[in-house]
Structures are given as C-alpha cells and as structure tokens.
C-alpha cells in the first residue's frame, strides 16, 4: 500500500536549520510530484512547496522563499525539505502529499 513517512522534525532555536525527508513506497514515486504541508495550532493546513514527478520545477510558499528548498531522489523513493534561517512562525507539523496520500506528520519547533 502507499506510504509516505515523515522524519527529522525536532526543537531548534531561531535562525537555524533542519531537514525534513519523506520516504515514499507501494507506488511509482517517479511519476508524480510531491509537496510539504503545514499546519500550526488552530490554523489551516497550508501548503510549504511543491516538485515536480521529475524534480525540474518547484514551487514555494511565499512566506518560505528563499529560506526553504525541497528536492527529491527518485533512486531512492525520498523527498527532502531543507529548511534555514528558521522563525517561531515556521513552527507546525509538517506533512508530506502525494498522488492524494498524506503522511503522518513531522513536529518542527522553533522556539528559543
């Protein structure tokens, strides 16, 4: 059955990095784009950016360009979001999403 398993969430202090994977499974990965949801505390499930099946365009938030990059490996069924210059407000569970699956979610704190 179809997969997608978040991990790398975690506490980290403003201004700093984290990197969030997705391992995909029980579908060809190659052939379809994937994108990282987010949703904080009483707030909506929001978009983060978006790839392409073949990696060759991304999209992005905009509350989020410039400071977050996602990129995949279709060798190895993953997706990446590396994510800098972390604010309070990037704080949320993160999602992965594709080919209408959902994942169950990363914790990412940003808090001093």
């Known amino acids: 059955q179809v997969q997608l398993v978040e991990s790398g969430g975690g506490l980290v202090q403003p201004g700093g990095s984290l990197r969030l994977s997705c391992a995909a499974s029980?579908?060809?990965?190659?052939?379809?784009?994937v994108s990282w949801y987010r949703q904080a505390p009483g707030e909506e499930r929001e978009l983060v950016a978006r790839?392409?099946?073949?990696?060759?365009?991304?999209t992005y938030a905009d509350s989020v360009k410039g400071r977050f990059t996602i990129s995949r490996g279709n060798a190895n069924n993953m997706v990446y979001l590396q994510m800098n210059s972390l604010r309070p407000e990037d704080t949320a569970v993160y999602y992965c999403y594709s080919r209408n699956y959902w994942g169950q979610g990363t914790q990412v704190t940003v808090s001093s």
């Open positions: 790839i392409t099946a073949s990696g060759g365009r991304t």
């Open positions: 029980g579908f060809t990965f190659s052939g379809y784009g």
